[in-house]
């Protein structure tokens, strides 16, 4: 099947009476804008841990946003606000993992041995069981 010819308009009400097909119609025809999407990020974040398939994944999410909140009366072709939104989700996606107030979390070792704690006495608090 050929999405470009595939009516956006028509897909998106069907979608919204919960077809499943149009639904996959609709996630062919912007695999291309999400996956260009994603790739102009990938580098940034790569350094985190995040694979492409994340950011495409990221890209699904805000397709399907832009299907729940695009209205006709917006006056914008529902392409340019799917483009947005997906741009827009991933720029703020990407934003998170740079931010430098995850620097600790994302830094973490969490590898120690649970095994090894101490067994806490019922009624004790939890910091004088750290203190003493």
């Not at 028509?10 to 804008?33: G, H």
């Not at 940034?44 to 805000?62: C, M, N, P, S, T």
Request: glycine residues 4%; hydrophobic residues 35%; aromatic residues 16%.
């Amino acid at each position: 099947m050929d999405y470009k010819q595939v009516n956006d308009y028509e897909v998106i009400s069907m979608i919204r009476e919960n077809d499943d097909d149009a639904r996959d119609i609709m996630y062919q025809k912007y695999l291309p804008v999400i996956r260009k999407g994603a790739s102009k990020y990938f580098f940034d974040v790569k350094k985190h841990g995040v694979e492409f398939d994340d950011l495409v994944q990221e890209g699904w999410i805000a397709l399907d946003s832009a299907i729940k909140s695009y209205r006709e009366s917006y006056d914008v072709l529902f392409y340019t606000f799917a483009k947005y939104c997906i741009d827009n989700h991933l720029y703020n996606y990407c934003k998170r993992l740079n931010n430098k107030k995850n620097y600790v979390l994302d830094n973490a070792d969490f590898d120690c041995d649970l095994t090894e704690t101490k067994d806490f006495k019922v009624g004790s608090s939890f910091l004088e069981e750290m203190i003493s």
